[in-house]
């Protein structure tokens, strides 16, 4: 790897490249860290770029549903849930009490 500036994943999904102060004393970075944040973030892009550029016009949401080839006979009873709907739900209850 060359030796570059350390670039911070933010929640935007754009770099930032400025110094981060540590939010309290006992949050610091290491070395290590900021190199393992930093080679995530650019296989995550990679793996973002690659998605696109197999898509005509490079446009489309980026989640992909998965569907197993050969299903777990253990799940059959499986309900997914609604997480949308959930958290609203909890919202509401919230509100009630």
């Known amino acids: 790897m060359t030796s570059s500036p350390v670039s911070r994943v933010v929640y935007n999904g754009k770099r930032n490249n400025s110094p981060r102060s540590p939010t309290n004393s006992s949050e610091i970075f290491t070395p290590a860290h900021e190199e393992n944040v930093r080679f995530i973030y650019e296989a995550w892009q990679g793996v973002e770029r690659d ?35 959930l958290k609203r739900r909890n919202t509401q209850d919230a509100k009630k009490s």
Do not use: A, H, M, W
């Open 51 to 85: 998605l696109r550029s197999q898509l005509p016009g490079g446009e489309r949401g980026l989640v992909e549903e998965y569907v197993e080839k050969v299903p777990n006979p253990s799940l059959k009873t499986f309900k997914p849930i609604d997480l949308s709907d």
